[in-house]
Nanobody
């Protein structure tokens, strides 16, 4: 069982930056691939970025490439999402999720956090 808790969301102006954190419980965090997802009002949840268990492989949605960076610190059981050059269309609830070992770019993750709101004003 893995429990996930996101933090770091908030209100930021367009062009600004935020860093989201996702803290995981459990001693086997390093065996899980982690993903960041977002869901805007009236839209489906979508993958933003993902990272494999070791951090050697990452995935980014086209809409965030070059602006967002996913990373992880297995010693701290934490995964991060650095978001730069934020746009109003990045406004959403952001979720982290975990699945064993291998990245998935779908919603096929086993554990989910409660989400953190990110609002980007124009």
């Amino acid at each position: 069982q893995v429990q996930l808790a996101e933090s770091g969301g908030g209100l930021v102006q367009a062009g600004g930056s935020l860093r989201l954190s996702c803290a995981a419980s459990g001693r086997t965090f390093s065996s899980y691939a982690m993903g960041w997802f977002r869901q805007a009002p009236g839209k489906e949840r979508e993958v933003v970025a993902a990272i494999n268990w070791s951090g050697s492989s990452t995935y980014y949605a086209d809409s965030v490439k070059g602006r967002f960076t996913i990373s992880r610190d297995n010693a701290k059981n934490t995964v991060y999402l650095q978001m730069n050059s934020l746009k109003p269309e990045d406004t959403a609830v952001y979720y982290c999720a975990a699945r064993k070992f291998i990245i998935a770019t779908t919603l096929d993750y086993d554990y989910w956090g409660q989400g953190t709101q990110v609002t980007v004003s124009s």
